[in-house]
């Protein structure tokens, strides 16, 4: 069963960068077959996919076009986990930001779809 | 980009069918995923590429995709099912995940 379990700060100050991380279990950050999503949720922009990575022989990065300057999303293999990186924030980033997995169906064919989901985090951009 | 369009609200009594539609432009050629999202928690995925459903996910909930409308069927709808259920899908033209505005479910 995989699991997906976030950790990171709830509170960012204006300008600052949004980091959080995602320890996988049950599955490979670097698997050949699933990719490795951030998303977030508030009451304005309802859900928004940020961005994945992914390893089919070397690592792979996309980004929604609305964070695209802004956004980091890394793997750390040694400790199975993927990171988000999210700069020069404002209160417009206050968010619950969730990672999820995009399961795969080969190496080559995504399922489109996002399961499982981590917990959430909640980030609130003030000073 | 694409948009999905979904009924802010529906209301059903228990042991009802709950059908909560989500509208897009000739969706029908698009994989329609379906979320439940309980307050406080997670979306959990209930249903896949239209009508599949992951394991652990009740026979009770089922879905469809014709023309501009998705839907998604909850037979037998118990108090537990009350949550915001969620459509997405995958917009290949601009390479985003696309989602729904959401459905608040309310069980009378």
């Known amino acids: 069963q995989v699991q997906l379990q976030q950790s990171g700060p709830g509170l960012v100050n204006p300008s600052q960068t949004l980091s959080l991380t995602c320890d996988i279990s049950?599955?490979?950050?670097?698997?050949?077959?699933?990719?490795w999503n951030w998303i977030r949720q508030s009451p304005s922009r309802g859900l928004e996919w940020l961005g994945r990575t992914y390893f089919r022989s070397k690592w792979y990065n996309e980004y929604a076009i609305s964070v695209k300057s802004r956004i980091a999303i890394n793997a750390d293999t040694s400790k199975n986990q993927l990171s988000l990186h999210l700069n020069s924030v404002t209160p417009e980033d206050t968010a619950t930001y969730y990672c999820?997995?995009?399961?795969?169906?080969?190496?080559?064919?995504?399922?489109?779809?996002?399961?499982?989901w981590g917990q959430g985090t909640l980030v609130t951009v003030s000073s | 980009s694409y948009v999905l369009t979904q009924p802010p609200s529906v209301s059903v009594a228990p042991g009802q069918t709950a059908r909560i539609t989500c509208g897009g432009n000739n969706i029908a050629t698009k994989s329609v995923h379906w979320y439940q999202q309980k307050p406080g928690q997670a979306p959990v995925l209930v249903v896949h590429d239209d009508s599949d459903r992951p394991a652990g996910i009740p026979e009770r909930f089922s879905g469809s995709n014709s023309g501009d409308t998705a839907t998604l069927t909850i037979s037998r709808v118990e108090a537990g099912d009350e949550a915001d259920y969620y459509c997405?899908?995958?917009?290949?033209?601009?390479?985003?995940?696309?989602f729904g505005g959401g459905t608040s479910l309310a069980v009378l």
């Open positions: 049950g599955d490979s950050v670097s698997s050949n077959s699933a990719a």
């Open positions: 999820a997995r995009d399961p795969g169906e080969g190496a080559t064919t995504w399922s489109h779809y996002f399961d499982p």
């Open positions: 997405q899908l995958w917009d290949s033209i601009v390479d985003l995940w696309v």
